[in-house]
C-alpha cells in the first residue's frame, strides 16, 4: 500500500514488484518576510518662515450712486462695467428747474444788494445828523437797524444763490472716484427722489491699487505683524487658477483686537491692480512671510504621529531597524512639515506602512522621494 502523510517525504524503490517505502525527514519552516515599508530621507533645506492664508479681494473705495436732488434722468454717460476716471459724468437729471432756481436767486441778491447799499448810505448820513444834533436818537437808531437788517438779508441771498448753483451741480452726477461702474439700475426717463427713499442708480469701486482681506492666526501676528516694521514683511498673492503666487505687495492694516472665538486677527494686504484683472470678491491665497533664511529639516506631514502630548516619528538606522525619534513640528512649507528640533542630516525616516511596524522591527526597505512616497499595495503588505 502506498502510504502519503502531510509534511513528509516518501521515497519509493521496487525489488521483485513490490513497493518499499522510506519515510524522510520532515521540512525546515520557512521564516516570516521582513514588513515592507516606505522610507526617504530628510529634506535639508534654507527657507523663509511664511504661512498662507485664504482670503478675499475687496475694493479699496466702494461708493454707492444714489441722486442728491430729484428730478427726471435725461442722459446716462457710460457702459455697463465700464472704467470711469474720478470727475467723468454718471447720469444728468434735469437741470431746467435749477437753472431757474440759479436765476431766481440771482434776483433776490442783486434786490438785497441795492437794498444794503442804500440801507449803509442812510446809517452813514444819520451818523453825521446825530454829531450835529440834526437827527433824533429814534431815527438815527431805526436807520442803524435798516443797515444791519439789509446786510443780513444780503447773506441771506447769497446763501440761496450758492445753494441753488449747488443743486444745479448735482444734477450732473459725476464719478467720485475713479474704478469701474457697475450696471445702471435706472435708466432715461426715470424720475427719481432724495433722502431716505432715494434710488440706487449705480456702484462704483476703486480698481488699483486693492485690497486682499484675510484672517491671520496669533503665532503669525506675533512673529510678524506685532512689529513697527511692518512694510518689511514680504506678501504674495495668488488666485484660485494660479498654482504660484504672481503677485507681490505689502502690509496695509492690521485690525485693533484678537478674534476670541477664532484666535485669529483681520489684515489687509495691498496689491496693485494695473491690469484690472482682481475684482472684488475673488478667492486669494495670501502668502505672509518675513525674517531671516535658515536651514530647516523637512519631512511629510503624515509620516508625524502623536504619543499624548508628544509628536514622533519612525526611522529606519543602517541595519535597516526601525527606530523612534521624538521631533518638534515647525509650521508647513511646500507641502512639507518643518522639524525644528529631533532630525540630523541623512535620517531615513518611514513615510509609508507605519501601521505595520513597530520600534526595533527589521523592515525592507523601499527608498522613495521625501513628499512622493506611492502606497503600498495589499500584495505587498502581506
Known amino acids: 500500500m502506498l502510504m502519503i502523510a502531510l509534511g513528509i517525504s516518501l521515497s519509493y524503490k521496487k525489488p521483485h514488484g513490490d513497493y518499499l517505502v522510506t519515510r524522510a525527514s520532515a521540512a525546515a519552516p520557512v521564516a516570516a518576510p521582513h514588513p515592507q515599508v516606505d522610507v526617504a530621507s530628510v529634506v535639508v533645506k534654507t527657507i523663509t518662515d511664511y504661512q498662507v492664508y485664504a482670503g478675499r479681494i475687496e475694493a479699496i473705495d466702494t461708493v454707492e ?57 442812510d446809517a452813514e448820513r444819520a451818523e453825521r445828523l446825530l454829531k450835529d444834533n ?6 438815527y437808531d431805526q436807520a442803524q437797524n435798516a443797515a444791519r437788517s439789509a446786510s443780513a438779508d444780503l447773506k441771506t441771498a447769497r446763501a440761496s444763490l450758492e445753494a441753488a448753483k449747488i443743486n ?51 503665532h503669525t501676528y506675533l512673529q510678524f505683524l506685532s512689529k513697527d516694521s511692518k512694510e518689511k514683511v514680504s506678501v504674495s498673492l495668488g488666485l484660485a487658477n494660479e498654482k504660484g503666487y504672481s503677485r507681490e505687495g505689502r ?16 489684515v489687509r494686504a495691498r496689491f496693485d491692480n494695473t491690469d484690472a484683472v482682481l475684482v472684488p470678491g475673488l478667492y486669494a491665497r495670501v502668502k505672509v512671510g518675513g525674517g531671516a533664511p535658515h536651514q530647516a529639516f523637512l519631512i511629510e506631514d503624515a509620516a508625524v504621529e502623536t504619543d499624548q502630548d508628544k509628536k514622533f516619528v519612525l526611522i529606519v538606522d543602517s541595519s535597516n531597524r526601525v527606530q523612534y525619534r521624538n521631533v518638534s ?32 522591527d527589521v523592515v525592507e526597505v523601499h527608498t522613495v522621494a521625501m513628499g512622493a512616497s506611492p502606497a503600498l499595495s495589499e500584495n505587498t503588505a502581506q
Do not use: C, W
Not at 511646500?334 to 525644528?340: A, H, K, N, Q
Open 134 to 139: 440834526a437827527i433824533a436818537k429814534r431815527d
Open 251 to 266: 502690509i496695509d492694516s492690521v485690525d485693533n483686537r484678537l478674534d476670541n472665538g477664532s484666535g485669529t486677527i483681520r
Open 65 to 121: 450712486i444714489r441722486p442728491l436732488v430729484p428730478g427726471t434722468i435725461v442722459a446716462v454717460h457710460f457702459k455697463d462695467g465700464s472704467l470711469v476716471k474720478k470727475g467723468d459724468s454718471l447720469f444728468t437729471i434735469d437741470p431746467r428747474p435749477y437753472i431757474a432756481e440759479v436765476d431766481r436767486a440771482e434776483g433776490q441778491l442783486a434786490a438785497a444788494q441795492a437794498r444794503n447799499g442804500y440801507a449803509s448810505t
Open 168 to 218: 444745479l451741480a448735482y444734477t450732473n452726477i459725476v464719478a467720485p472716484v475713479s474704478g469701474r461702474v457697475s450696471r445702471a439700475e435706472l435708466t432715461l426717463g426715470n424720475i427719481v427722489s432724495t433722502g431716505a427713499s432715494a434710488p440706487l442708480l449705480t456702484t462704483l469701486v476703486s480698481v488699483s491699487p486693492i485690497y486682499a482681506s484675510f484672517d491671520a492666526d496669533e
Open 329 to 360: 513640528i515647525g509650521d508647513m512649507y511646500d507641502g512639507l512639515r518643518v522639524i525644528s528640533d529631533g532630525l540630523k542630516e541623512g535620517d531615513r525616516i518611514v513615510v509609508n506602512g507605519l501601521q505595520r511596524v513597530k520600534p526595533s
